[in-house]
């Protein structure tokens, strides 16, 4: 598991690729103060001092909402994301407390990653490494998304997939092989 400190780094690191300088992703990159805000909470959450962290936590809370407000981006401190998270724009991005995102992945504006389903089918997505996430999609219930997906502008994802497959619909369903290569 890499620190916090690493995580950071690696998160800048991928928006640097996407072409920001140093001021421009620290002071006017809402996907990257969201993330950051994440990476710090997540840290308090994991931490092992009880008193500390639930000080932590409520101060991490507040400053979540604040963050939340100001981009309209919600992570929750309690979700699972990997490393090099980039979120390419501002807003209406909301993804549920269980959510687990692997590394590498790319999230689009007013996408929904979060709970539905009934009794045992009843959860929240697993999503694996260096999947893209197109605008306005909505990835929700007790599925995995495979490695290397690609998921398209206004999808449903309701169901499983394999790894390396480009999803498109409502619901989704598998158009070709094309892997997130390219996208990433």
Request: glycine fraction near 10%.
């Amino acid at each position: 598991m890499m620190h916090v400190f690493a995580l950071i780094a690696s998160d800048y690191r991928k928006y640097k690729k996407y072409g920001g300088h140093f001021l421009s992703i620290v002071f006017l990159t809402q996907g990257f103060w969201a993330v950051f805000q994440y990476r710090i909470a997540h840290f308090f959450y994991t931490l092992k001092i009880p008193i500390v962290r639930y000080l932590l936590l409520l101060l991490s809370l507040l400053w979540q909402k604040l963050i939340e407000i100001t981009t309209g981006i919600s992570i929750p401190y309690s979700a699972s994301i990997g490393h090099s998270l980039y979120i390419g724009h501002f807003g209406g991005i909301i993804i549920n407390a269980k959510s687990v995102i692997g590394n590498n992945c790319n999230i689009s504006q007013g996408v929904t990653i979060g709970v539905s389903g009934r009794e045992t089918s009843r959860g929240v997505p697993v999503i694996g490494d260096n999947v893209y996430i197109g605008a306005n999609a909505v990835v929700a219930g007790k599925i995995s998304v495979g490695n290397d997906c690609v998921i398209a502008a206004n999808s449903l994802v309701v169901n499983s997939f394999e790894a390396g497959v480009t999803l498109v619909g409502v619901p989704a369903k598998i158009v070709n092989h094309n892997t997130s290569k390219g996208y990433i």
